[in-house]
Every structure is written in structure tokens, then in C-alpha cells.
């Protein structure tokens, strides 16, 4: 049985003092509640330090939204891996389609940077997903299959423990058009056999594969209760602690 994970990318909002609110806010709707998944907030690089602390104590995990294809040297204006681990962080997202779309980042980056992540003994969150075109053109599986070919055979030791993969089709993000669930299931359980055709079977079955794409309170129950998907990546909707939480019962009635 895998553990549902449901993780809020906060993306370019919330600086460190409406950070804590929100993260305070999150915490109390969740303190005393046995959840039988994860619940993981990745806030901008600033903000991070201020929601380690509000989360203390409460069954939030903290994760960052990007990091650093290198450790330490002559690269300004970056975040190494070992650098997030210190200040708390246990989940890094890694290949967001606006990381692909606005910074260029490659399969190469995505690489290098899981691989750093996994050395700092932290998991990465791998997204991918297709563009409208490749939809429309009837290439979605094809796009989907090299992303993750592109990637993952290239790891040391990836497994279910310290990899999660998020698909989240690009025409569905930010966008209100949520994948169907006949879409979802169908790309998630393609996504599982491409798995266990580069990382075996048992890798596959266990992974943890997320959607993400305009997730909300009112469709999440019936995305991660599908047989594929196991949470979801949360844009918009992880702003407000009200909805957050609210995707998270909506894993917990499916999944708990
Ligand atoms: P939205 O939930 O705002 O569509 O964003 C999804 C996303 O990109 C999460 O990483």
C-alpha cells in the first residue's frame, strides 16, 4: 500500500512572514489528526527558515522548489542541496515544467540535481508532463516516455523511498482545466509501466506517482482515489491553508 503524499508548491509567492502564517495556519487544521500519508510544503528559498520553525512540532514536512546542480563553488544567486538539508528540508522538487519552459533546465540538470538531492539523503519530486500541442498532436505518451528516459536510468540508486514522480500535464497547470480522470489514470498507469520497465517491477509498485494540474478541494477526492494516483503536486490552491487541508481530506476519505 503506498502512502499518499500531498505537497503544496507555493512557487514565487509568499515571502517569509506570510509564510509562517500560512504554515501556522496549515499546522493548526492539521495538529492531533492521524493522517495516513504525508502532508509537505515547499515555500520559496527565503521562506523556508520561517516555516521550519512554525511546522516544529506539527505533521508538516518542508521541502524546497529547486536546488543547485552543484554543491558549493562560483555559481551566484544558487542554493546548494546539502545547504536546504540543513535548514530542514526533506523533499526537493525537481524538473517543474516552468523551471523547463522559463530557465531551459535539461535532463541533464535533472540528473545532476536528483543525484545531489539523493546524496544529502533527501528525496527528489521528478515532475513531467506534456504541453497541449503534444496532446493534441497525439503525442502525449511519447513526450511522457522521454522525459522519463531522459532521467531516470541515469540515477544511482533511485527507488520508491527517495523518488517521487509528478505528472502534471502543462494545459492543466494554473490553467482551472483539470486532467479527466480517465486521462490521469490512463497517463499515471503508463507512467507506472515505464517504471518498471527502467527501475523493475518492485520499484515501480511502490512509487509514489503524483498528480498536479489544478488540483482542487473539489476534484482531489476523486484524482487520488484513482488506482494510479497516489496525492498530488498543489499549485494555487496550497495558498490557502483552508483548501490545502482540504486536499488533504480529500486523500485522507479516498486513501486513509
Ligand atoms: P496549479 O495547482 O496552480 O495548477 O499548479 C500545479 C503545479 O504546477 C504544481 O507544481
Known sequence: MRRYLVAGNWKLNMGPAAGRELAAAVGERLRGRTLHGDVL???PFVTIPAVATVAQGDPVLLGAQNCAAHEQGAFTGEVAP???????????????????QYYGETDDDFAAKIELVHAQGMKAIFCYGELLADRKG????????????????????????????AYEPVWAIGTGETATPEIAQQMHAFSRELVSGMLGAEVAANMRI????????????????????DGGLIGGAALKAEDFVGIVDGAEAVLG
Open 41 to 43: 510544503v515547499c515555500p
Open 82 to 100: 546539502g545547504m536546504l538539508k540543513e535548514a530542514g528540508v526533506q523533499y526537493v522538487i525537481i524538473g517543474h515544467s516552468e523551471r523547463r
Open 138 to 165: 497525439g503525442r502525449a505518451e511519447d513526450v511522457v516516455r522521454a522525459q522519463l528516459k531522459g532521467v531516470l536510468p541515469r540515477l544511482q540508486s533511485p527507488n520508491a523511498y527517495n523518488l517521487v514522480l
Open 210 to 229: 503524483l498528480y498536479g494540474g489544478s488540483c482542487k478541494p473539489g476534484n482531489a477526492r476523486e484524482l487520488i482515489g484513482l488506482p494510479d494516483v
